[in-house]
Each structure stands twice: as structure tokens, then as C-alpha cells.
């Protein structure tokens, strides 16, 4: 009898042994293709050897150094370099363990940032639905995916929470893209003026929204009118590229894509490629300065903040994708991954939409392609293909609730940037495998 709590209290796992670049072994040699870097985040595939000797150089310099006394060399290089390769004026880096803690930061530091401003009346946060930013309470109550915040709904903070841009769904037949995401994005101002622009101090939104939605990416000029709207009501833009960061799209930052910087960014997963747990948030100068001009202190921690040995490993891993070329083979491979996509299942009677950035591809599962009428949640559609696939030996990330935490299934993949052509027709032929038998 195992004594480990684990997800999911009546599924019986197989013991992962090993790892072989694009492919996880368990205890009976079975070798899976991680289709998806478990959740988007085994970016350099699995057992990366230079990642690895940078992790026990580490631990045998100092493994540990609380960073209410110390800060460490692997720290203060990895900020350096993720400062030097991040978009507009973000500049300072604060180190956490995960997305979740990365998302909780960011939203303590804006509302220390209007505090220290001496405009305390700014406390209201804005999200939108089908978000998704974490499970910890803070980044639980930023998220707008009902299904995951629902047994905890009165332990939530009150966010507002706006429409998603979502153009397979949302948008209008006589609409262009661009005249959809500009109507998309100027919801965000109708709510700002609705709580009153005194009293909002941020703005959550993912660049392209990941588990909940599956590789949902914006039309174009959607994110630069969420800008503008920002500016012009004084209201900081948190970018959540915890999933879509760190190269997964195409660009280290995805928002380099969509012509923005955010205020604050966050980001993880990729950050670490797996290999040690870490996240960070990152910060315009501004913002650091207000901070440093008021109290000087950010009434915020963890204990592993910074940790050394997770900080090399992140440095490793970020000196990988800027100097291996991965960032254009991200590109190259996302258009191979998308044809695939599109030549096997783009006249599938149940797939409706292909969407996504890089490698970080959503296909959108339909009972009726014409109409876009989702399945019976009660089929589970999502947890049959995610079985079916892992019985073929694919791992990939189906989930429900795509159009409003209870309707619609979507399946998600993100596999290793190292992924080859031969490696992305598995994918393809396995994923066809698993959803021919489950619809």
C-alpha cells in the first residue's frame, strides 16, 4: 500500500524509471512520448546532461542559503540574463518555486506598489474567465475556470473576472479577427470604468491561455488595446506566461509576439525544463523603485525564494534555449507540428478548431463540427482520450470545461523542444489512435 496522497485517490499509476530525451520509461521499460512536457513544462526533454551537471556543481558548492542573508552567484546570473533578454522595462527578478507562488506575487506586489504609491484605494483585481493562474488561494481566486474553483468558492478573493478572447466562439460571423479582439479587449475597460478606475491596481491575463482552454492564442491588436487600456486608467498588466513562457511559443516571452510589455510578468515551468522546481516574477524598474523609495521592503516570502541549486538549474536551462538555436527551432517544428495537425484532423467530423503558437498546439473536440456544439459533459471525452493516448504510450494533456469550466473538451500538447519529425508523427498517429477510439 502506497502512503504518497496522490491526485487522484482511485487511479493507479505506473512508476516512471527513467527518461530518454522526448520519452518517460516506467518500471516495465514501457516508453510513452511526452507529448505534452507533463503540463507544458519538460521544454529540453529528459535527461539533459548539461542541466544536470550544472544541478550537482551546485549542490556541492552550496545547496542551500536563505535569502534573508544571502543571495548567490546562480541567482544573481539568472536574473541578469532573464533582465537582459525581457521585453520593454521589466528589470528586477523574484525567484519563487512555482507558478502558483509566481502568480501570488505578482498580485501582492501590486497592491503593495499602489500602497507605497500612497493610493491605498487600488486593491480591485481584473481577470477573465477560463483563465487559469494557479492553485494557491490568491491565484485560485485570479483564475476563471469554475470547475476549479468551485468547492472553494467561499475562500476566494473578490476578482472580477471578464469575457475570455475566444474567437472560435466569440466571435461574430460579419467580424474580422482584429475588429473581435478589439471589441474583446474593450470589455476590459467597461469593467474598469464599472468598478471605478481609482479603485482596480491590475490586470491578469495569460498571452495565450493554456490547461483551461488549450493553446487559446489572441487576433491580432488584441493585447495592444489591452495596453492601451491599461495606461490610459493608470491600472498595472500582469502578464500569467507561467505555461506559454520561456520559448514554449516561439519567443522567450510570448508576449514579444503580440507587440507588449507588461508591468509584471510571470513565469516557471520551462524556466526549470523540469529539472528543479522554480519560478519568478519579474518587474519594471518603476515598479521596484516605488518600493525601494517607500518601506524598502516586500512584505512577501518562501523559504526556498532563490534557491541556489534550483537557480542553476534554471540558468542552465535558459542558457540552452538562447544559445542551442531553440528559440527558431521552436518556430520550425510548431509549423511542422501544426501542419501534422491540420492534414489529419482539419476535416475530422469532431475536431473544430486547431489553434496555438510554437509548440504549444490546442485542438478543440466538437459532437457537431457545424454547429460547434461541445459533448455531453457527461460522456468525459477528455479522460478517454487522455487514457487512450497513454495506452498507446502518448502523453498529452485533454481537459473539460474548455468553454466555461463545465462544456467543451480540448486537448492540449506541448512536447520537448527537442522534438524531431519522425517524434511528431508519433505524436499524430498515436493521438489519432486514442481519439478514433474514443468518439
Not at 474553483?149 to 475562500?155: N, T, Y
Not at 523609495?293 to 532563490?306: D, L
Not at 471525452?381 to 474548455?402: D, Q, V
Amino acid at each position: 500500500m502506497s502512503h504518497v496522497f496522490p491526485r487522484h485517490c482511485h487511479r493507479h499509476l505506473p512508476t516512471a524509471a527513467g527518461g530518454d530525451g522526448c520519452y518517460l520509461i516506467d518500471a516495465d521499460g514501457k516508453r510513452y512520448l511526452d507529448g505534452s512536457g507533463g503540463a507544458a513544462v519538460s521544454c529540453l526533454g529528459h535527461g539533459d546532461r548539461t542541466v544536470i551537471d550544472a544541478i550537482k556543481a551546485q549542490a556541492e558548492r552550496i545547496a542551500f542559503a536563505h535569502t534573508g542573508f544571502f543571495t548567490s552567484e546562480p541567482a544573481e546570473a539568472l536574473a541578469d540574463l532573464l533582465a537582459a533578454n525581457a521585453p520593454g522595462k521589466l528589470d528586477r527578478v523574484y525567484f519563487v518555486s512555482g507558478g502558483s507562488e509566481a502568480t501570488e506575487a505578482a498580485i501582492k506586489l501590486a497592491r503593495q506598489y499602489w500602497y507605497e504609491r500612497m493610493e491605498p484605494q487600488r486593491a480591485r483585481l481584473i481577470a477573465r474567465k477560463q483563465s487559469y493562474h494557479g492553485n494557491t488561494i490568491g491565484a485560485l481566486s485570479a483564475g476563471g475556470n469554475e470547475w476549479r474553483r468551485l468547492q472553494f468558492g467561499p475562500l476566494l478573493l473578490d476578482v472580477s473576472h471578464i469575457d475570455p478572447c475566444y474567437e472560435y466562439r466569440y466571435r461574430r460571423p460579419d467580424e474580422s479577427a482584429e475588429a473581435y479582439g478589439l471589441r474583446a479587449a474593450n470589455a476590459l475597460e467597461d469593467e474598469i470604468l464599472r468598478l471605478g478606475p481609482e479603485t482596480v491596481m491590475a490586470f491578469v491575463a495569460e498571452p495565450v491561455v493554456g490547461a483551461t482552454a488549450g493553446a487559446l492564442a489572441p487576433p491580432p491588436g488584441y493585447f495592444r488595446r489591452i495596453r492601451e487600456v491599461c495606461d490610459a486608467h493608470g491600472v498595472l498588466l500582469i502578464l500569467d506566461e507561467v505555461m506559454c513562457g520561456m520559448g514554449r511559443t516561439g519567443t522567450l516571452f510570448a508576449c514579444e509576439q503580440d507587440g507588449v510589455a507588461p508591468d509584471i510578468v510571470c513565469i516557471a515551468k520551462g524556466l526549470g525544463a523540469g529539472y528543479q522546481p522554480i519560478g519568478a516574477m519579474l518587474c519594471t524598474a518603476d515598479i521596484y523603485d516605488a518600493i525601494d523609495r517607500g518601506s524598502g521592503f516586500f512584505q512577501h516570502g518562501h523559504t526556498y525564494n532563490g534557491h541556489p541549486v534550483a537557480t542553476a538549474a534554471g540558468l542552465a536551462v535558459l542558457t540552452a534555449i538562447l544559445e542551442r538555436g531553440l528559440l527558431e527551432r521552436v518556430q520550425v517544428q510548431g509549423q511542422t507540428l501544426e501542419r501534422r495537425l491540420i492534414s489529419r484532423f482539419g476535416e475530422h467530423a469532431h475536431v473544430g478548431d486547431i489553434r496555438g503558437r510554437g509548440l504549444f498546439r490546442g485542438v478543440e473536440l466538437v459532437a457537431d463540427r457545424a454547429s460547434k456544439m461541445p459533448f455531453d459533459p457527461g460522456l468525459g471525452i477528455a479522460a478517454k482520450i487522455k487514457k487512450a493516448a497513454f495506452e498507446a504510450g502518448l502523453i498529452c494533456y485533454p481537459m473539460s470545461g474548455t468553454i466555461d469550466g463545465r462544456t467543451g473538451d480540448h486537448i492540449l500538447l506541448a512536447p520537448p523542444f527537442i522534438i524531431s519529425d519522425d517524434e511528431i508523427e508519433e505524436l499524430v498517429d498515436k493521438l489519432d489512435t486514442a481519439i478514433s477510439g474514443c468518439i
